[in-house]
């Protein structure tokens, strides 16, 4: 059964660079099956998809985020990294990273438990 | 904002029937997935495809679409079903993924 955890340094402050990892177990993520996705929720809020990166390096990001994202692979650790520049207090959010795919449709499949970033000065 | 709009409340009366919406153009070409959210805890999948469900989810949750509108059907519902539903799928370019606003589903 696969396994996501997200973890990261903690606290950011405005203007800083928000970084993250996601490590797998239970699968690799570089078996070319699946797409592997950051997903944000600020408090209180909705669901935003941040984009997604394949085993091969290619990537898709939100086009409201993408000058400021960039999601990489580490097939070496079976991990997969977020990161998000320049941030600000609209920012803070519970960043989720999942197993995810499909063509006809796109369904996050297994998600991390979550880790929520504070955005403050 | 987000091409997939949902209501944001819905209320279903202890072992009746409800059904949550989801309207988007890009339902037109692909299907919607659909997500159990509780407080404090991660989204599970628990419609996918045309109708679809993980392994673990009661067969009470079904999907249907029609049209530019998804629906996730949960009948007999139970009061742990009680949490916030929300859909996603791939924009209208299909080059995206969208979520929709998310539906509270109170159970009465």
């Known amino acids: 059964q696969v396994q996501l955890q997200e973890s990261g340094p903690g606290p950011v402050k405005p203007s800083e660079t928000l970084s993250l990892t996601c490590t797998v177990s239970?699968?690799?993520?570089?078996?070319?099956?699946?797409?592997w996705s950051w997903v944000r929720q600020p408090p209180g809020k909705g669901l935003e998809w941040i984009g997604y990166?394949?085993?091969?390096?290619?990537?898709n990001y939100n086009p409201s985020l993408k000058s400021r994202v960039t999601i990489s692979v580490d097939t070496s650790k079976n991990q997969f990294s977020l990161r998000l520049t320049s941030v600000t207090a609209a920012d803070t959010a519970v960043y989720y990273c999942?197993?995810?795919?499909?063509?006809?449709?796109?369904?996050?499949?297994?998600w991390g438990q979550g880790t929520l970033v504070t955005v403050s000065s | 904002s987000s091409e997939l709009t949902q209501d944001p409340a819905v209320s279903v009366g202890l072992g009746q029937t409800v059904r949550i919406t989801c309207q988007g153009d890009?339902?037109?070409?692909?299907?919607a997935s659909w997500y159990q959210q509780k407080p404090g805890q991660a989204p599970v999948l628990v419609i996918y495809?045309?109708?679809s469900r993980p392994s673990g989810i009661p067969d009470r949750f079904s999907g249907s679409s029609s049209g530019n509108t998804a629906s996730l059907t949960i009948t007999g519902t139970q009061a742990e079903d009680e949490a916030d539903y929300y859909c996603?799928?791939?924009?209208?370019?299909?080059?995206?993924?969208?979520f929709g606003g998310g539906t509270k589903l109170t159970v009465l």
């Open positions: 990166i394949y085993y091969s390096g290619s990537t």
């Open positions: 495809g045309k109708n």
């Open positions: 999942a197993r995810s795919g499909g063509s006809t449709f796109f369904s996050l499949w297994s």
């Open positions: 890009s339902l037109r070409t692909y299907y």
């Open positions: 239970g699968d690799s993520v570089s078996s070319g099956n699946y797409y």
């Open positions: 996603n799928s791939r924009d209208s370019s299909g080059n995206h993924v969208v």
